[in-house]
Nanobody, 123 residues
Framework: QVQLVESGGGLVQPGGSLRLSCALS????????IGWFRQVPGKEREGVSC????????YYADSVKGRFTISRDKAKNTVYLQMNSLKPDDTAVYYC????????????????WGQGTQVTVSS
């Protein structure tokens, strides 16, 4: 049974940091990318960052470049999203997902999803 479980969300002040984790299990098919996405009510799910599972290339949305870092621990089957210099606009539910199609930040290319973790940036 495929499972992706996010953790690490919470309430943080502007300028603060959080590290999200995504633990993966139960995969029997190869997947090309692991991505982080976020969504606020009434808006489309937005791609934040992704990492290629073959060569480890990383990609970021312009809105988070220089502030967020995606990484992967193969031994632990876990992907992380280190978020620094957080802004109120980063407030959202954050999801991790895997793609058996390719690498990119379009959520339509991802087929397995976690349940999400809430990140709130507020003073």
């Amino acid at each position: 049974q495929v499972q992706l479980v996010e953790s690490g969300g919470g309430l943080v002040q502007p300028g603060g940091s959080l590290r999200l984790s995504c633990a993966l299990s139960g995969f029997t098919l190869d997947y090309y990318a692991i991505g982080w996405f976020r969504q606020v009510p009434g808006k489309e799910r937005e791609g934040v960052s992704c990492i290629s599972t073959s060569v480890g290339s990383t990609y970021y949305a312009d809105s988070v470049k220089g502030r967020f870092t995606i990484s992967r621990d193969k031994a632990k089957n876990t992907v992380y999203l280190q978020m620094n210099s957080l802004k109120p606009d980063d407030t959202a539910v954050y999801y991790c997902a895997t793609s058996t199609y390719g690498v990119g930040l379009d959520h339509r290319g991802y087929d397995y999803w976690g349940q999400g973790t809430q990140v709130t940036v507020s003073s």
